[in-house]
């Protein structure tokens, strides 16, 4: 009986350390710190964007605090949240370099992508298309026109791919922000801005003057968002993976879609509503 009492003992005395040192990556450092570093984007209203008041907010951003819940959870303790700015193109090396533990915004999933960083279920989808200014009526003849693209993303190659099936000839302007083409599309530096279908929307929605500007119907490339977290951390994926495909499952997600969007983009897109279905995983 003695015996079997002190086994019990030693099995209590070990079971939590155990259970810590099977902790690794990311959540192993999140426990020890009790801060997660949240990266995003200042200026893509309505996935993310630095709101009047001063504090990060959007699409994403609630989506990623719905993760730290659950990171909180599972490694019973609170956790303080601290928002990093990035950019295009430094997003990415902010997760190798620490900077950051969990990229927020409206990052688009690639192969190549994968090459530095892991991603999690997909967020949102959305296609690029053009933003003019209403009073240049320029519609798709952008031959000679001026278009400026955000270096470090997805929509470079998309643009330019597109040119050259069209035999489209125009001037690529690379610029750094979505927020400097929209002021370069102003003062007449480019006819045309190249951007997601969402974004473009999200700044006229912020814009102080949102009837001057106009959004071409059609999209010309489909982009899956996903939430972006360091390569080779599944256990800290899987926590994010669980969150996205319970609001996908309870439908809670649509809320957080009604809060963002309204009814500006018109009724819930159908690719949105199909990328909800194949993606509710049970758990």
């Known amino acids: ?25 990311t959540l192993l450092q999140i426990k020890k710190t009790g801060t997660i570093k949240i990266g995003y984007r200042q200026d893509h209203p309505p996935m993310s964007f630095l709101g009047k008041d001063g504090m990060p907010a959007g699409y994403s951003l609630d989506v990623c605090k719905l993760i730290v ?12 949240i601290e928002y990093v700015p990035v950019t295009a193109s430094d997003r990415f090396d902010a997760l190798p370099d620490n900077k950051i533990d969990l990229l927020c915004g409206s990052t688009v999933k690639t ?13 949102f989808i959305s296609g690029t298309t053009f933003m003019t200014l209403k009073k240049t009526n320029i519609i798709n003849n952008f031959s000679g026109k001026k278009i400026g693209i955000i270096k470090g993303t997805t929509m470079v ?18 610029l750094t922000t979505t927020s400097e083409g929209v002021k370069a599309l102003e003062e007449g530096k480019i006819d045309a801005l190249a951007q997601l279908q969402i974004v473009l929307i999200g700044q006229i929605m912020n814009a102080a003057n949102p009837d001057a500007f106009a959004i071409l119907s059609n999209t010309f490339s489909n982009e899956s968002f996903a939430l972006a977290v ?5 256990d800290f994926r899987l926590v994010a993976d669980r969150v996205i495909a319970q609001l996908y499952r309870t439908k809670d997600i649509v809320p957080i879609y009604k809060k ?12 949105f509503q199909a990328m909800i279905q194949l993606n509710a995983y049970t758990d």
């Open 1 to 25: 009986m003695r015996g079997i009492l002190a086994t019990i003992v030693l099995c209590a005395v070990f079971a939590t350390p155990v259970s810590a040192q099977e902790m690794t990556g």
């Open 69 to 80: 819940a659950a990171v909180e959870k599972k490694i019973g303790g609170k956790v303080k």
């Open 111 to 123: 192969l190549s992508r994968g090459e530095v960083v892991d991603f999690t279920l997909p967020t």
């Open 157 to 174: 190659d998309s643009v330019k791919e597109l040119f050259k099936e069209t035999g489209v000839v125009a001037e690529i302007v690379m």
């Open 230 to 234: 360091r390569r080779n951390d599944a």
């Open 260 to 271: 963002w969007f309204g009814d500006i983009p018109g009724a819930m897109p159908t690719a």
